[in-house]
């Protein structure tokens, strides 16, 4: 009986002694925010206060603007795309002619003399290329300061008979031909243009072959 009594007592003992030590440690975390300190208030530095207004409010010269406006637009006309970073075109002078796009060389067939809107040497240069391409004549020699050239024709066709001429001949009619000719090809200032010259065609076929040597070159030089 004893026995019972006094770890009775032992219990009892021990449980208060718990008891009192969580009191005691939940009073002291109690008190300890009166010991705490504030911590000092988190400060923006100057240059990130408020957005930075430089230039904001910077007033144009006088004249700016107007250069600056776009061209009126007509009503029901499209207004025009800049393109960035590309140059502005400057409008024309007052009074000033439109520039025209360059045109390509004007070149006319008229009798035996072929008219080029070109310079001189340009159109002796471009007369041998002609020649030389084509087929159509053989350079035997060239004179760049006297501006000729001295050829050989080749020999072609220049002119088939028609199905009519053919039928009265019974198939015999054939085309004309031109021979093999020696020709000089001159090359001569006109006017603000330059005009090419056949010499040395003194008969019907060695004309027929400067004809159609005249015509080969106008077809290339067009």
């Not at 087929?135 to 088939?160: H, N, W």
């Amino acid at each position: 009986m004893r026995r019972d009594i006094r770890a009775l007592a032992i219990s009892l003992t021990a449980g208060c002694f718990l008891g009192g030590c969580g009191w005691f440690h939940s009073h002291k975390h109690e008190d300890a925010y009166k010991n705490s300190t504030q911590e000092r208030p988190l400060e923006v530095p100057p240059d990130l206060d408020k957005p930075n207004t430089t230039g904001a409010l910077v007033i144009p010269e006088a004249g700016a603007a107007s250069s600056a406006a776009p061209a009126p637009v007509a009503p029901g006309e499209a207004a025009p795309t800049a393109v960035p970073g590309a140059a502005a075109t400057p409008a024309p002078a007052e009074g000033a002619a439109p520039v025209a796009a360059a045109a390509p060389s004007a070149v006319v067939l008229a009798g035996d003399t072929l008219h080029v809107a070109d310079t001189v040497d340009s159109t002796w240069n471009r007369i041998g290329l002609a020649m030389e391409h084509s087929g159509a004549a053989t350079i035997l020699a060239r004179d760049e300061a006297g501006r000729t050239y001295d050829v050989q024709t080749a020999e072609q066709v220049v002119s088939k008979p028609g199905w009519f001429k053919k039928a009265i001949t019974l198939g015999m009619a054939k085309g004309t031909t031109t021979a093999q000719v020696r020709l000089k090809l001159r090359v001569t200032a006109e006017g603000d243009g330059s005009k090419v010259v056949v010499e040395g065609a003194a008969d019907d076929a060695s004309k027929a072959a400067a004809q159609a040597l005249l015509a080969t070159i106008k077809q290339r030089l067009s």
